[in-house]
């Protein structure tokens, strides 16, 4: 039976994802990173890969990539959560996007499998200002961006983490979805002005048109469909739809959520770099 106590961690060597395998080895919970450097190594793109990944395993942190706002996403996941449920797997969790309807379509795709899954719909990550595309612009003192006056409540990939290892390791958030987010509403400029403070150096916010800003990545490099995901995340979905906090990780975790200005803290010595 030892052998069916292995949680697959898919995303392992992204932000939640090595977070969770972490938290999962603190527990002691024997786990297996799928990532393509993983061994067995694995792919969204190659449903070969999938397979192999799934022996032994009773659990699987259900993390996509790049999102599950991209086309097809929904019918991928929802294929590898049935490919799960023939391996015998028991217990699927699955990190979602908050206010995304493709999102919602891929919550669906997934509990249809059948497999008791938990939904963790989570918001902007904090640590997208320090683990991501916005630690140079960081340092530079300038982050130039499409949004507005819109709040988002950005939330701290340490919790998302710390609630997907209990979802991972009980059944007691079976079949419930839960929204993620901290514990305030900020907009872009007052995140930013915190990072600012936190670090000890003038960081400020600039404004950009949505057309401006897919441009400049383009002329950078970045491949023209991480520019469609990325101008979408800043366009769309900063509506004001997800100017709202959630009760996710209270419910999970019986804690409030980590504050921006503590995460902010923690991570200055990156921006001093």
């Excluded at 939904?119 to 960081?138: C, D, I, K, M, T």
Aim: proline share 7%.
């Amino acid at each position: 039976m030892a052998e069916h106590l292995t949680t697959l961690v898919l995303g392992g060597t992204g932000k939640t994802g090595r977070r969770v395998a972490t938290g999962l080895a603190a527990r002691g919970v024997p786990y297996r990173l799928g990532s393509r450097a993983g061994t067995p190594p694995f792919d969204w793109t190659d449903p070969d890969t999938w397979q192999p990944v799934l022996h032994g395993v009773s659990a699987v942190y259900l993390a996509y990539q790049p999102d599950l706002a991209v086309p097809g996403a929904a019918e991928t996941v929802g294929a590898f959560a049935r490919l799960a449920s023939d391996h015998g797997v028991q217990r699927l969790v699955l990190l979602s996007g908050r206010g995304e309807p493709q999102a919602a379509e891929a919550e669906r795709a997934v509990t249809a499998s059948g497999v008791p899954t938990t939904v963790l719909r989570a918001s902007w990550f904090a640590q997208n200002f320090s683990e991501g595309y916005l630690v140079e612009p960081v340092r530079a003192g300038v982050v130039a961006l499409p949004v507005g006056e819109v709040p988002e409540p950005f939330v701290d990939a340490d919790d998302i983490a710390e609630a997907a290892v209990a979802a991972l390791t009980t059944d007691a958030y079976a079949g419930g979805t839960y929204e993620l987010t901290g514990s305030r509403l900020l907009t872009f400029a007052e995140a930013v002005a915190e990072i600012a403070t936190a670090a000890g150096r003038p960081v400020r916010l600039v404004p950009v048109d949505a057309g401006a800003y897919a441009a400049e990545l383009t002329a950078v490099g970045v491949p023209a469909d991480v520019v469609a995901l990325l101008t979408y995340l800043f366009t769309e979905l900063l509506d004001g739809r997800n100017a709202r906090l959630g009760d996710g990780v209270e419910r999970i975790l019986g804690r409030p959520p980590r504050d921006f200005r503590t995460y902010a803290t923690q991570a200055a010595g990156v921006w001093r770099a």
